[in-house]
């Protein structure tokens, strides 16, 4: 997390309305040019992707530390743009007058997604697994498959119920629970991260995979070289405790994508030719690899975080996720979450009697205390959710400027059990004096040329891996693996 936590509320409920008033009409598909049934209009489609891309940029970040690279997406993907349908002269003016935005997002996670209305985003841990232009042109090309497809539209119009269910209001900042109150922990963020779970159908996703390859192949990419890199997600996916990337989750199986592909690809006549390699590796040398230890990262049981100077303890054992909104733990078998997060109040006390005078919450207990030396105020109580009644301990800090807000959310049975672990972590919170934890600084990409023989572990060797990658990850990277000799003068990617 980072001090830019500002998934507003007020954003958050304009969206809302937007959605309540949308009903169903009917959409032109620009990928097929075939009629649709869809739940927004054009219009409401850029008014939904433009307030759910302020809450994106809040949640994860834009990573923008390398105008250059930002610069080389962005003439990529306008490149692939340009052959789609957006630039033909038969589609309405509203859509060819609506720019697209294309945002790197400072996150390590694998993926890349689409808003409506014309908002595209890949994280720089994309970046780092992609290998040349023409897999990131059939990325691009699919993202934009998925805008011009109108397929949220489409999504909403089929779901509009589900959609409620999952717009419906969470208090306390976030964190909805059922009987297993984790699994509202990837469910967390504001609208806009909800829009991204409206998970578009396989025909959806194969319509996308089309427009992928066919605006890569016009823009005179080779396409077929995706192929290699969906065989890199399935890898991925096959990690053990890895998370499974929700370019990975939403999409058809890159297994069966590894063929289709090339399949789609060879198609065209004439074929693409562009691969773009060595322009490639050179635009994302020096990306940061894996997590960036200056936004917070976990060590030994320990939450740091280098900029907002503060650690914290979590409890033993659990899973933990961080971004730039917030610090989520969760217990591993999903009966209680805290979250660490910033609170919008000017102090500990007014944060707290802000909790209490929400309608849903019955207060049980509340007063001031210190932490660490750091005026504080707790509310424990219930709170009325959706899916019933959870029970939950806050706990606000005033730190540095800021109020940090540390929540956690049981059943009301397990509050007995989780109770303490809620105290004692918020009772962790402290300043970060160490200058070995405060001076952590990020792992960057260094693409170098293999000597003859060597093995990617040998050239591993005595290198520090990045914060959260494996070996594995670095040679799932290079769409290679550890111990096959390396052709002489391959360019490889390394942690500096
Ligand atoms: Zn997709």
């Known amino acids: 997390m980072r001090p830019l936590y500002a998934a507003s509320r007020s954003a958050a409920l304009s969206l809302l309305v937007v959605l309540l008033a949308a009903c169903g009409t009917t959409n032109v598909n620009y990928v097929t040019g075939e009629e649709q049934r869809g739940a927004y209009t054009w219009a409401q489609e850029v008014q939904l992707g433009t307030e759910a891309d302020q809450q994106i940029q809040a949640q994860f970040g834009v990573y923008d530390e390398d105008p250059a690279l930002t610069a080389y997406v962005e003439r990529i993907a306008q490149d692939v743009l340009s052959t ?43 970046l780092t697994y992609l290998e040349n232009e023409a897999q990131l042109a059939v990325v691009l090309g699919h993202e934009i498959g998925h805008v011009l497809g109108r397929h949220s539209s489409e999504q909403a119009a089929r779901a509009q119920l589900n959609q409620f269910g999952l717009l419906g209001a969470a208090i306390l900042g976030g ?15 504001g609208t806009g991260l909800q829009l991204l779970q409206l998970k578009y159908g396989r025909d959806a996703e194969r319509e996308a995979d089309q427009a992928g390859v066919a605006y890569a192949e016009f823009a005179d990419y080779d396409a077929s070289e995706a192929a290699r890199f969906f065989v890199s997600l399935e890898r991925l996916g096959e990690q053990a405790g890895q998370s499974v990337p929700s370019f990975l989750s939403t999409h058809p199986d890159p297994g069966e994508r590894a063929h289709t592909i090339p399949q789609l690809a060879a198609q065209y006549d004439p074929q693409g030719t562009r691969v773009v390699e060595a322009e490639y590796l050179a635009q994302i040398e020096g990306i940061v690899l894996g997590e960036d230890p200056r936004q917070g990262y976990t060590e030994n049981g320990v939450f740091y975080h280098p900029e907002l100077r503060f650690l914290l303890d979590y409890p033993n054992g659990w899973q933990t996720q961080n971004s730039p909104a917030a610090f989520l733990m969760g217990e591993p078998n999903g009966q209680a979450v805290m979250q660490l997060t910033l609170a919008q109040a000017q102090s500990a006390r007014a944060a707290g009697q802000a909790l209490q005078s929400q309608q849903a919450v019955r207060a049980q207990a509340a007063g001031a205390l210190s932490i660490n030396g750091n005026a504080a105020y707790r509310v424990e109580g219930t709170a009325q959710q959706q899916n019933g009644t959870v029970a939950f301990s806050a706990t606000f800090i005033e730190f540095g400027g800021n109020v940090y807000q540390v929540l956690g959310l049981t059943s009301v049975d397990g509050f007995g059990s989780y109770g303490t672990a809620f105290r004692q972590t918020a009772g962790s919170f402290a300043r970060l004096t160490d200058s070995r934890y405060l001076n952590r600084s990020p792992s960057r990409l260094e693409v170098t040329r293999a000597p003859g023989g060597a093995t990617l572990q040998a050239l591993l060797r005595g290198r520090t891996l990045p914060l959260g990658l494996t070996e594995q990850e670095i040679a799932i990277m290079n769409q290679t693996d550890l111990t096959s000799r390396l052709p002489s003068g391959e360019s490889v990617k390394l942690p500096e």
């Open 175 to 189: 964190v909805v629970g059922g009987g297993r109150v984790a699994e509202g922990i990837l469910n967390y963020g």
């Open 84 to 126: 789609s349908a957006y630039t033909d002269p038969s589609t309405p003016a509203e859509i060819r007058n609506t720019p697209f935005t294309f945002r790197i997002l400072d996150s390590p996670v694998v993926n890349a997604f689409a808003l409506p209305g014309g908002f595209v985003y890949v994280t720089r841990g994309l």
